[in-house]
């Protein structure tokens, strides 16, 4: 069975650093990633710099990167003005990946928006990201729960998925951007919005975990059983929402495809390439990332005996 990986680090993790990552060392980062065999890369976001200024370099990084055929390249759009300013920028993104959060609280937090004010925009973003020639999806994040309203009724995610197909988005991501779903409410619910709204295609729903509280693999394997095949990871472990109290990173990119490698998946990803970025990301850095595969080895990445074992 065929499995999609995406990757946010450029975006959902640079975003979060404390020191600028160059825009040259981006670009090498997301030229590295293009040719591991991933499907999605979210390389930047059209932001007000002022907001997030980790990613004020969006256009000379969309620039500055080798377009790898059958690479899909993305940015994180929040609101009209971003969608307008990724329509100018000379290189386009392929797509564009909006952003509304299931709970009203998070919305305010995270875009400053209401619900009311984010669905009245919406259906320009639509329009001139198709006018301008890219696609366009949309993340419902906070769909697991809400660090600051708690449990998000399954009615209102519903509810949600409707408008957006309604409206003509590309494609619909889950995220659980707080780390609070476990893998029985993710196959619940999942199967749930599968089963009311179901997918014309593999790509059209994607789950996006963090791993805050540890479940970011089982929920992977929670949302395969219940029919998704397209899922978010960041290289090395990065990120975390910066509007989220104790959201850490997502989950890694890596661990996730060795996890599905050694259990049939099919992902095409070349996981030794993939560890290869992955083990440069904490001088990027400058700290120690949570990415676990990239210390310990893949899973039959056989060693040396010990030297009693060869003397026997």
Sequence with gaps: MRIHINDVAVRDGFQIEKAFVPTATKVEVINQLSRTGLHKIEVTSFVSPKAVPALADADEVLRGIDRVPGVVYVALVPNVRGVQNAAATAAKPDELNAVVSASETHNR????????????????????AHGAGMKITM???????????????????????????????????LADTTGMANPRQVRELVRKVLEKFPAPDDNYYTLHFHNTRGMGLANVVAGIDAGVRSFDGSISGLGGCPFAPGATGNICTEDMV?????????????????????????????????GQVMKAGQTLELHDPPEFARTR
């Excluded at 259990?263 to 949570?290: E, F, N, Q, S």
């Design 139 to 173: 993340s419902l994040s906070t769909t697991f729960g809400c660090p600051f309203e708690g449990h998000v009724h399954e009615d209102v995610v519903l509810d949600f998925v409707r408008r957006f197909r309604d409206l003509g988005f590309d494609g619909i991501s």
């Design 258 to 290: 060795n996890m599905l490698e050694d259990m049939g998946y099919d992902t095409r990803v070349d996981l030794a390439k993939l560890l290869a970025v992955a083990r440069r990301i904490p001088a990027v850095v400058g700290h120690d990332v949570p």
């Design 109 to 128: 937090a995270n875009i400053n928006r209401t619900h009311e004010q984010s669905l009245e925009e919406l259906p320009t973003m639509v329009k001139v």
